[in-house]
């Protein structure tokens, strides 16, 4: 039976390519740093610097990769695509603005570290995209995090989808998802040891 590809791997050999310095994790592998763990079969990375130079950079590297233009009046944006170690990719602009200096440095094993975008930075990225596992994601960290629900439903209202992102919020069985889980409390009238 054939190993699934190595996810954190891959994701810190993309780093490696990009110019840390350069590259902030975002997507689900971001999302699971911030407390929402779910799949994911891709790695994504926010750059800033030019995609021209970052496909330059893989290129160089033997890495095959596709540079998408998109389309702005659609909502589209340019994107790089490419496989890495067996795993799919995505390098993207900054989409929206960020605060590097936020980043938060997370372990990957063997001393290695990626810097995650900040959660209001993910909160932004998210909002910015619009799709419906992008708001799901949002929620499941507002509900993680509820210091960022004021921003989450400001940005909700500034990109028109404030009713598809307050579906999420609401929610059960997302709400009952995220809350902690409860310690176990003794019995009234059980025996003493």
């Keep these: 039976m054939a190993r699934a590809p190595d996810l954190r791997k891959a994701a810190v050999h993309l780093a490696q ?5 350069d590259c902030l994790l975002v997507g689900g592998m971001a999302v699971g740093a911030y407390g929402y763990v779910r799949a994911t079969k891709d790695v994504d990375f926010v ?3 030019k995609l021209d130079e970052v496909r330059a950079r893989l290129e160089r590297q033997a890495i095959r990769v596709t540079l998408t233009r998109g389309d702005p009046l659609e909502g589209d944006f340019p994107c790089i695509k490419g496989t890495l170690d067996g795993v799919p990719f995505d390098v993207m602009p900054a989409l929206v ?6 980043a938060v440095q997370m372990p990957m094993g063997r001393g290695a570290t990626l810097q995650v975008v900040s959660l209001e ?5 998210k909002v910015r995209a619009q799709g419906p596992r992008d708001l ?5 960290l507002v509900l993680r995090h509820p210091e960022h629900l004021h921003l989450a439903r400001e940005l909700g209202a500034a990109y028109r989808v404030a009713d598809k992102l307050e579906i999420w919020l609401s929610d059960p069985r ?3 998802e995220m809350e902690p889980p409860r310690r176990a409390r003794p ?4 025996r003493k040891k």
């Design 17 to 21: 390519l990009l110019g840390p310095e």
């Design 47 to 49: 750059v800033r610097v």
């Design 97 to 102: 603005p960020l605060d590097w200096e936020r």
């Design 121 to 125: 930075g993910l909160i932004r990225l």
């Design 136 to 140: 799901l994601d949002v929620a499941a």
């Design 174 to 176: 997302l709400k009952a």
């Design 187 to 190: 019995r009234k009238g059980g």
